[in-house]
């Protein structure tokens, strides 16, 4: 098997994102010929038209990880009915200038949780939207996880009432990125 490189893209810059634990959490349901990185969206300044010329550090980083991945897996909060603004933001560096768009049949898979019982769906189903838009490849399926204390073990894993459910859409999306690499 070859290695395929993950960038999970978590779209919260809280720090004790339950977003992030979640993110890490279904990390470790992935095989061995998998890497993991965790790009940093939380210091890209604001897209701007004015700013393509003199492109951030921080940008050229962001997608340079996003472009170098074999695959992307984005997990997100709910902000009002939508997508976090931080993560909007990645997004849309990630998709400019169009030529060097880096989401382009890039297979992606989205997920989120909260505490709220629709689990993040209206900004899964948002960002669904936009990625297709970018030419992403994305996962189908639905992965909105309500956050309860049993969700993510002591030991930072997936809790039992989740595993198989969650253990079987990560493994399509293994799939999806195995068969997309060739």
């Given at each position: 098997?070859?290695?395929?490189?993950?960038?999970?893209?978590?779209?919260?810059?809280?720090?004790?994102?339950?977003?992030?634990?979640y993110a890490q959490a279904l990390a470790?349901?992935?095989?061995?010929?998998?890497?993991?990185?965790?790009?940093?969206?939380?210091?890209?300044?604001?897209?701007?038209?004015?700013?393509?010329?003199?492109?951030?550090?921080?940008?050229n980083r962001f997608t340079s990880e996003?472009?170098?991945?074999?695959?992307?897996?984005?997990?997100?909060?709910?902000?009002?009915?939508?997508?976090?603004?931080?993560?909007?933001?990645?997004?849309?560096?990630?998709?400019?200038?169009?030529?060097?768009?880096?989401?382009?049949?890039?297979?992606?898979?989205?997920?989120?949780?909260?505490?709220?019982?629709?689990?993040?769906?209206?900004?899964?189903?948002?960002?669904?939207?936009?990625?297709?838009?970018?030419?992403?490849?994305?996962?189908?399926?639905?992965?909105?996880?309500?956050?309860?204390?049993?969700?993510?073990?002591?030991?930072?894993?997936?809790?039992?009432?989740?595993?198989?459910?969650?253990?079987?859409?990560?493994?399509?999306?293994?799939?999806?990125?195995?068969?997309?690499?060739?």
């Open positions: 098997m070859s290695k395929i490189h993950l960038a999970i893209v978590v779209g919260s810059n809280n720090r004790e994102s339950i977003n992030r634990q470790k349901l992935l095989p061995a010929h998998f890497s993991v990185s965790y790009p940093q969206i939380d210091d890209l300044p604001m897209y701007s038209l004015d700013l393509e010329g003199e492109r951030a550090a921080s940008v996003i472009g170098a991945a074999d695959a992307v897996l984005i997990v997100t909060p709910e902000h009002n009915r939508s997508l976090p603004a931080v993560l909007k933001n990645a997004i849309d560096w990630g998709s400019k200038p169009m030529e060097k768009n880096v989401w382009f049949n890039k297979p992606v898979a989205i997920t989120g949780t909260s505490p709220g019982a629709m689990g993040a769906a209206l900004a899964q189903q948002h960002l669904r939207q936009i990625m297709g838009i970018l030419g992403s490849v994305v996962l189908g399926g639905e992965a909105y996880i309500q956050f309860k204390p049993d969700l993510i073990t002591s030991e930072g894993q997936i809790g039992p009432n989740s595993r198989d459910f969650l253990q079987a859409y990560m493994d399509r999306f293994v799939s999806l990125a195995e068969t997309l690499k060739g």
